[in-house]
C-alpha cells in the first residue's frame, strides 16, 4: 500500500497537539494510517510476531518525533517511510544475529567493558520498571520477559487487542521516559529498594 493510498486532509491544530504531547490527538492523529503502517512492515517482514514489534516502534519513534516534521500533510508519506526503515532495520539485525552465530556456534565473552555497560543497563531498566504504574509493569514483562504477542497480551489481560497495543505503546514510551530521567539524575542508591537491601 503506497502512502498515497491513504493521503487525506490532516487536521493541523490536531497535529499540533500531538506534536506537543497530547497522546489522545496522536491516537486520533496516526489513527487512519494503522493499515498503512501494518501493510508496510508485512511486506518487508512476511511475519506477523516481528511485523507487530515493528509497528509498535513506529508509533513509538513517530511519537518522538513528530515535532520535526514541518508539512502536517505529507504525514502518510512520512509514516510510510518511517515504517519501512524500521523493518528493514529489524531486516537487518537479524540477518546481522544469524550471520554472527553461524560464524561463532560457541558462545564468545563480550569485553569486560561492555558487559560492565549491558549490566548497568539492565539495572537501570530495573529500577526504571519498578517505578511504572502496575498495568504498565505488567505488559512489559509480558512482552520482554515471557515474549507474548499483542494477542497473548490481550487474552492474558482479559482486554481488546488495540487496547493491548495502546498499553504496550505506552509504557514503552514511559519506560524510556523514566530510564532517561534517572540516568540523568541519578539512580544507583535506588538499588537497594528494589534488591530488598537496606541502603548502605
Same mark, same amino acid.
Given at each position: 500500500?503506497?502512502? *498515497? ?10 497535529? +499540533? ?16 494510517? $494503522? $493499515? ?47 515504517? $519501512? ?16 552465530? *553461524?560464524?561463532?556456534? *560457541? ?28 498495568? +504498565? ?32 505503546? *505506552?509504557? $514503552? ?15 544507583? +542508591? ?11
Amino acid at each position: 500500500m503506497s502512502p *498515497e493510498a491513504t493521503s487525506q486532509p490532516i487536521d493541523e491544530a490536531l497535529f +499540533h497537539r500531538a506534536a506537543s504531547g497530547d497522546s489522545r490527538a496522536f491516537w486520533e492523529l496516526v489513527s487512519p494510517f $494503522r $493499515r498503512l503502517v501494518y501493510s508496510v512492515a508485512w511486506g518487508v517482514l512476511r511475519d506477523e510476531e516481528r511485523t507487530e514489534d515493528v509497528v509498535q516502534d513506529t508509533w513509538v519513534r513517530a511519537w518522538t518525533t513528530l515535532g520535526t516534521l514541518q508539512s502536517p500533510q505529507k504525514l502518510s508519506g512520512w509514516l510510510y517511510v518511517m515504517a $519501512r526503515n524500521v523493518a528493514y532495520e529489524q531486516v537487518r539485525q537479524s540477518d546481522k544475529q544469524h550471520r554472527i552465530a *553461524e560464524r561463532n556456534p *560457541e558462545p564468545i565473552a563480550a569485553p569486560i567493558g561492555d558487559t560492565l555497560e549491558a549490566d548497568e543497563q539492565v539495572l537501570l531498566m530495573r529500577v526504571a520498571l519498578s517505578q511504572l504504574p502496575e498495568q +504498565h509493569r505488567v505488559v512489559i514483562a509480558l512482552k520482554y520477559l515471557e515474549g507474548a504477542s499483542c494477542k497473548d497480551i490481550a487474552d492474558r489481560l482479559e482486554i481488546g487487542v488495540e487496547a493491548a497495543k495502546s498499553r504496550l505503546f *505506552e509504557a $514503552r514510551k514511559l519506560l524510556r521516559n523514566r530510564m532517561e530521567s534517572l540516568e540523568k539524575h541519578g539512580w544507583k +542508591h535506588l538499588l537497594p529498594r528494589i534488591e530488598g537491601r537496606s541502603p548502605e
